[in-house]
Structure formats: structure tokens, C-alpha cells
């Protein structure tokens, strides 16, 4: 069975910073895109940011400049270093991840969600 364990949320004040971590545990045979979605209240959940296998990148266009994503194949994690926050950034995000198992089964996981409060 395959799992992904999140981390690194938390409340942080306007212009601040902070950095989420998701980590797949289990039998992985290979991994192709992780990314980070988010949902904020009352709102559908939106695409942040994804890095293919291929290490590209893209970012919806309100993050580009103040967030990155980042990926270490050798940890099955990916990462999103978000920097000048602002409120509008407060929402639960949640990684998501394509990869293959147990007899190349492929499998999309993810993350249980992470709360980003971005206040002063």
C-alpha cells in the first residue's frame, strides 16, 4: 500500500514564508508528475504548481515569482518553498502524485491536506 504523509503547514504573518513536504511510502516502482493543489474556502480546489518527471516546472500565474516547487526522486518527495505570502494564499493544500506500483500498477495519491494561514 502506498501513502503520502504531508507536512510543514502552519500560520504565518503577511510577506512570511513557509515550505511543504509530501512523501510517498510503499511499493514505488517509478514516478511521472507530482504536483501541489490548494482549496481555499469556499472555493474549488485549484492547480498551484507541477513538476513532471522531466524536473520542468510550471506555476498558476499568481504564485510565479513566490513560490517553487522542487522534487528528490531519491526521497519520493516533493516540496513548494512559498515566499511572500499574502491572505490570499490561506487555503489547504494538498500534493498530489502519479506513480507506479505493485506489478506497474499506476496509482494517483493524494496528500491528506495541509493548512496555510497566511494573517497578521
Known amino acids: 500500500q502506498v501513502q503520502l504523509v504531508e507536512s510543514g503547514g502552519g500560520l504565518v504573518q503577511p510577506g512570511g514564508s513557509l515550505r511543504l513536504s509530501c512523501t510517498a511510502s510503499?511499493?514505488?516502482?517509478?514516478?511521472?508528475?507530482m504536483g501541489w493543489y490548494r482549496q481555499a474556502p469556499g472555493k474549488e480546489r485549484e492547480l498551484v504548481a507541477t513538476?513532471?518527471?522531466?524536473?520542468?516546472?510550471y506555476y498558476v500565474d499568481s504564485v510565479k515569482g513566490r513560490f517553487t516547487i522542487s522534487r528528490d526522486n531519491a526521497k519520493n518527495t516533493v516540496s513548494l518553498q512559498m515566499d511572500s505570502l499574502n491572505p490570499e494564499d490561506t487555503a489547504n493544500y494538498y500534493c498530489?502524485?502519479?506513480?507506479?506500483?505493485?506489478?506497474?500498477?499506476?496509482?494517483?495519491?493524494w496528500g491528506q491536506g495541509i493548512l496555510v494561514t497566511v494573517s497578521s
Open positions: 498530489n502524485i502519479n506513480l507506479l506500483t505493485v506489478r506497474m500498477r499506476p496509482l494517483e495519491l
Open positions: 513538476i513532471p518527471s522531466d524536473g520542468s516546472t
Open positions: 510503499g511499493i514505488i516502482l517509478g514516478i511521472s508528475d
